[in-house]
């Protein structure tokens, strides 16, 4: 029983490169998100997706996008990267319902330059 | 005003001592409270899980909730070095989908 996984573990992009986060649990958990973390910031919903075939904006969704490929899997994509998402991302994911409980992947470590 | 504070440390302590831990919020309709404990560069661990006002104790951990005032505190006896890490509260509201709102955390160290 892994739990949550991410990949990959940390990454090194340009500005203006793409590329795609994978999260993938199973905990056969219904719900999954996306969180940013940054000094002093605390952790930031990017996206969420309450079940599988629904995805919803966080607090900061812009320069995002998600997949909900499957019921385990999530991914998170960096369209045209900026220095401002260089960030540690975390993936998380629940059962649903009211006051659910998160439990959350190792995270990635992202560099912009 | 962020909808919960908490300071952000770091808290030094001997080995052995009691830890308290708070954080205070502002939204009255928090419901769900939680403790994550982060190492060092790994994912957020949950803790603690308590619903509405009340303690609740687990091991050397003791979770205090105080609706009337806002306030919630994580209690660690007998402290070890390896309780050295980054302490996150986190709370959310009842009806439907509500979204998690985590603190900012505390950085605790335990000396030898």
């Known amino acids: 029983n892994a739990g949550v996984t991410q990949t990959p573990k940390f990454q090194v992009l340009k500005t203006g490169q793409s590329m795609t986060l994978q999260c993938a649990q199973d905990?056969?958990?219904?719900?999954m998100y996306w969180y940013r973390q940054d000094p002093g910031m605390g952790l930031r919903l990017i996206y969420y997706s309450a079940s599988e075939g629904t995805t919803d904006k966080g607090e900061v969704p812009n320069g995002y996008n998600v997949s909900r490929l499957n019921k385990r899997e999530f991914s998170l994509r960096l369209e045209s990267a900026a220095p401002s998402q260089t960030s540690v991302y975390f993936c998380a994911s629940s059962f649903p319902g009211q006051g659910a409980a998160q439990y959350f992947g190792p995270g990635t470590r992202l560099l912009v330059l | 005003q962020k909808e919960v504070e908490q300071d952000p440390g770091p808290l030094s302590v001997p080995e052995g001592a009691i830890v308290s831990l708070n954080c205070t919020y502002s939204?009255?309709?928090?419901?769900?409270f939680m403790w994550y404990r982060q190492y060092s560069r790994k994912g957020p661990e949950l803790l603690m899980y308590t619903y509405s006002s009340g303690n609740k104790e687990d091991g050397r951990f003791t979770a205090q909730v105080d609706k009337s005032s806002k306030y919630i505190s994580l209690f660690i006896r007998d402290s070890q070095p390896s309780d050295s890490a980054t302490y996150l509260c986190?709370?959310?509201?009842?009806?439907?989908?509500?979204?998690?709102?985590f603190g900012t955390g505390t950085k605790l160290q335990v000396i030898p």
């Open positions: 905990m056969n958990h219904n719900s």
């Open positions: 939204n009255s309709a928090f419901q769900y």
């Open positions: 986190a709370m959310s509201g009842s009806g439907g989908y509500q979204k998690v709102t």
